[in-house]
């Protein structure tokens, strides 16, 4: 999978340090190295070997403060496109949609190959009403969720959905995008608009809302943040259940404000639809 940083971020200096062959009893995960990190790193334990850390975002950590012994892994891209809203079989399934004959978005920014959502059919025997399924996403984003309706549509709890597109990205090619492979499936008629194609993203974004609005789609928000912590959730209980005794801690906590350089301003270059039938989730 794609990655833009190390997977091995961090590892023992010691010349006979082996991640593949090393014990570990406790697992820590977060999306950022917030103190609280720190913290559960270093919570004494006299017997266990040292901690692994799972990051999403690990660029501030600091390394002085890692205790000895401790493997810090990594993982920003490729989380941010299998385990937040975008190219997420599991939430999907999660969420009442029919994986088998989902759709997949491909391509974003300049890469051909990247994969940045999904577009489903509610599966039958699913309450579709958009009342339902709006609680249905904020049950999994902890409570968030802020739902857009197009102004002057005749939208209301009780709208049926037939189709949810799962995006990591609200622009207005984003919108034309969810469309077009709705009507090519068949899943919403040539000449219809997209009132029942609710549409599940992170951060709000106003040229993504207007775009949304004139398509008659509705749209909910669960924000960027809530987005990376499902993926962190999601982990821990992997682990969990893949290796109940391990200690697994979550640490989903805000991170402390920081002065950020100013950004470039941000280019998307044209890459070429692709739209094509969902494989299976690694």
Known sequence: MANDVNFLYHTPRHPAYNPSRAIVSRVVLSVAPTPGVYTALNAPSSTSPPPVCVLHRPWQLNRRAV???TLVIASHTSLDMYLTVGYNLTLAGRLGLHVQSALCIQGYKGDPQRRIGIVA???PGVNPSLGSLTDAVRR?????????LPAGAALGSDSRIAVIAIMNAFHPEEID???RAAKEAKWIGDHDGASSVLYLTGAARDYGLEAAAAASMPAI???HRPCEEWGIRFL????KEQWPELTVKEVLEEEEPRASSKKAKKTTEGVPLRIEPCAEQA
């Open 221 to 223: 928000c669960v924000g």
């Open 121 to 123: 059919k509610v599966r």
């Open 177 to 179: 995008r969810v469309v």
């Open 67 to 69: 205790p000895e012994g």
């Open 140 to 148: 999994e984003f902890a409570g968030a969720g802020d739902l857009h």
């Open 236 to 239: 821990a209980e992997t682990l």
